[in-house]
């Protein structure tokens, strides 16, 4: 498909945010090239939690490449070796009285995650966030969001009491 500056996806997906006026063919490292030849320094695509090595590193490329040619995708309710030796190397760094981890697919997972265990651990149902923060589009991420155009709309819905 030829399409226009930031025009590939823009049929199918929903959008949230404005397209950037690029399209990317490729990426490495902290660079992009865009598909009429340009190189560009990515100075924050690359830094999303998920690719924050880089575009392309070749360990991470590697290594999910043996996993994906093992076994690609595994739920938490089946044991898995690779899942058992991230959670060992992991808590090697940890404090040693963090003794167990959650493992999320994604940010916004892991923000629902801590917000439960936060009220499990507290009996407390009232939160507290930081301000500027965005933690997600879900019901839950949104109570503790701190910018009202993306939390007022389903405020109702939460039952959300703002403290002043």
């Known amino acids: 498909m030829t399409a226009g500056p930031g025009r590939h996806e823009a049929a199918h997906q929903l ?20 598909d009429d030849g340009r190189k560009i320094l990515d100075l ?14 070749p360990r991470v ?5 043996e996993q994906a040619a093992r076994v690609l995708h595994l739920p938490a309710t089946v044991p898995s070796m690779a899942r058992d030796q991230f959670l060992d190397r992991l808590h090697g760094f940890a404090p040693a009285h963090l003794a ?28 507290v966030a930081a301000r500027n923060a965005f933690h997600g589009r879900t019901l839950g991420s949104l109570a503790v969001t701190h910018r ?3 939390r007022k709309p389903y405020e109702s819905v939460l039952g959300l009491r703002r403290a002043q």
């Open 15 to 34: 959008r949230l945010f404005a397209p950037k006026p690029i399209n990317v063919e490729r990426a490495q490292g902290a660079w992009l090239w865009t």
């Open 44 to 57: 924050g695509g690359a830094s999303h939690g998920a690719a924050n090595v880089g575009h392309a590193h």
């Open 61 to 65: 490329v590697q290594a999910i490449q």
């Open 100 to 127: 167990r981890s959650f493992l999320s697919n994604g940010g916004t997972e892991g923000i629902e995650a801590a917000l439960k265990f936060a009220m499990a651990a507290t009996g407390r149902t009232r939160l």
């Open 148 to 150: 009202p155009q993306y």
